[in-house]
């Protein structure tokens, strides 16, 4: 009896647990359905997959590429294989300009206003302005202004800062240098009277002999820079213009590169210094006239040990030399990818880029 009774209200009791557990069930799957659905619609289908922890496809970013640089056509790279950034599309098909996430403007071969995407200009969109010439030779800068979000160059403050090369730290070993049979070399394209650096180039000539290698000089050796230059103790590492932060491949690749000692002559010594070490080259600051860094080099030619000291940097550091275009294509896309959706606009282009 007591085993019967049990098992009838045992079976009762039993299916009201029961029955309260299948409504506790459903409840909390249509709390979870209704989740996922609110979550889905504010969000996007993208974000999906943030809710099982699984993110398998990176972001997607695409920049459009407005001008090929100087008008020449080249092939994109591939930022993953190039520089392991991933979800890069980079595109120069113009029809994408209304879904592209930025559109990259290269300043030198802006030309014409009426080329700019400007109508129908999504707000999220950012518009890149790119410019590696100095400010002497960037014109129009004053009509840019309020049209860019963000800027990239080779200053220091720019939005997306691209050096012409930078030194990174490396495991220290000895350090050697190739032969060096001559004293001072210089590559020059573009030979203009009126540049500071032929002036200065006159003087010096006076005293010392440079090698002067290029259009108007001697022809490199097999059409190379840095194998000409390695031959040399010292190399003109001489900017077209003087600006803060201006700093070319004419120090980072045909000095540096070529292990030759660089003179430079550009921004200030305070400025060079924010980028290399300070005993790794000379400044034509540092002498009162062109004939008195004469002198000194023709001293450091007879003192190994003294001209030696010039490259200490080189047991701590190697020369990255960055590479055009793939580089700063694929840098804008990493920034991209990066930011937030905060807003901002380039005001006074011209007076940011030339103080
Ligand atoms: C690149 O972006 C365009 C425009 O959004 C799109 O049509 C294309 O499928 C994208 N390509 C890749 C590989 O994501
Ligand atoms: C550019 O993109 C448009 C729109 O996606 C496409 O129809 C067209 O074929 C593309 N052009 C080239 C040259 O890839
Ligand atoms: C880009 O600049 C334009 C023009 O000033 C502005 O309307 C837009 O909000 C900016 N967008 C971003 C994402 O900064």
């Known amino acids: 009896m007591e085993k019967l009774r049990c098992w009838r209200t045992c079976r009762r009791s039993r299916w009201r647990i029961f029955r309260s557990q299948l ?32 993110n398998s496809q990176p972001k997607q970013v695409t920049l459009l590429i407005w001008y090929e640089p100087f008008g020449r056509k080249r092939r994109l790279g591939d930022c993953h294989i190039l520089f392991n950034i991933n979800g890069c599309n980079l595109t120069t098909n113009r029809s994408l300009h209304q879904e592209a996430d930025a559109i990259l403007f290269h300043h030198r ?34 009509s840019l202004g309020g049209i860019f979000n963000w800027t990239m160059s080779y200053k220091v403050d ?16 000895g350090i050697v240098l190739p032969h060096k049979r001559k004293l001072l070399a210089w590559v020059i394209s573009n030979w203009n009277e009126d540049h500071e650096r032929v002036q200065y180039y006159n003087e010096l000539r006076k005293h010392v002999q440079i090698d002067v290698y290029g259009r108007y000089g001697l022809e490199l050796k097999d059409d190379n820079i840095i194998k000409t230059v ?46 290399i070490p300070r005993n790794s080259f000379i400044h034509v600051d540092d002498f009162s006239s062109p004939k008195k860094l004469a002198m000194y080099l023709k001293y450091l030619d007879k003192n190994t040990h003294m001209y030696r000291r010039y490259f200490t940097w080189k ?37 940011w880029f030339e103080s």
């Open 23 to 54: 409504l506790a069930a459903s409840l909390t799957f249509t709390v979870l359905v209704l989740y996922i659905f609110i979550h889905v619609l504010i969000t996007g289908p993208n974000s999906f997959s943030l809710l099982w922890g699984t």
């Open 109 to 142: 071969d802006i030309n014409d206003f009426t080329d700019l995407p400007m109508r129908k200009r999504q707000s999220s969109q950012r518009w890149i302005w790119m410019n590696f010439e100095s400010p002497s030779h960037s014109s129009w800068l004053t």
């Open 158 to 173: 720019s939005d997306i800062f691209m050096p012409y090369g930078y030194l990174f730290s490396k495991k220290s070993d």
């Open 230 to 275: 390695s031959e040399y103790k010292f190399y003109l590492a001489f900017e077209n213009s003087l600006h803060t932060d201006y700093i070319t491949e004419k120090l980072w690749r045909n000095a540096f590169q070529s292990s030759a000692v660089p003179i430079v002559m550009g921004p200030s010594r305070y400025n060079y210094e924010m980028f």
């Open 315 to 351: 047991k701590h550091y190697d020369v990255h030399v960055t590479s055009f275009w793939d580089e700063h294509f694929c840098t804008a896309c990493g920034t991209l990818k990066a930011a937030g959706n905060q807003h901002r606009t380039v005001t006074d282009l011209a007076n």
